[in-house]
Nanobody, 126 residues
Framework: QVQLVESGGGLVQPGGSLRLSCAASGYFFNRYAMGWFRQAPGKEREFVAAISWSGDTTLYTDSVKGRFIIFRDNAKKTVYLQMNSLKPEDTALYYC???????????????????WGQGTQVTVSS
């Protein structure tokens, strides 16, 4: 069955960096776009970034543009989120998710993703 397992979260000081990983299994990874979402306490889940099935195109929410980079290694069946210049407002539980339709472009709507990981916590604090 489809499984997505995130890792790489932790506690980091403002201005620091973290790299999140999402290891996929149980399906043809290179056929599906992937997304990263996050949810802070008391807030709704929000879109962070997405990458197409081929890795050629990416999409970011405005608040992370220029600081976060999404990329994927189809041979390793893994999608990454490189987070730089972290801010306290980036604190959240971060999830990766699989687009529900193969060979489609990026989408920021969470109802267009069908499988989700368990999440990895990112805390930005001094």
């Amino acid at each position: 069955q489809v499984q997505l397992v995130e890792s790489g979260g932790g506690l980091v000081q403002p201005g620091g960096s973290l790299r999140l990983s999402c290891a996929a299994s149980g399906y043809f990874f290179n056929r599906y776009a992937m997304g990263w979402f996050r949810q802070a306490p008391g807030k709704e889940r929000e879109f962070v970034a997405a990458i197409s099935w081929s890795g050629d195109t990416t999409l970011y929410t405005d608040s992370v543009k220029g600081r976060f980079i999404i990329f994927r290694d189809n041979a390793k069946k893994t999608v990454y989120l490189q987070m730089n210049s972290l801010k306290p407002e980036d604190t959240a539980l971060y999830y990766c998710a699989r687009d529900k339709i193969a060979y489609r472009g990026n989408d920021r709507r969470d109802n267009e993703y069908d499988y989700w990981g368990q999440g990895t916590q990112v805390t930005v604090s001094s």
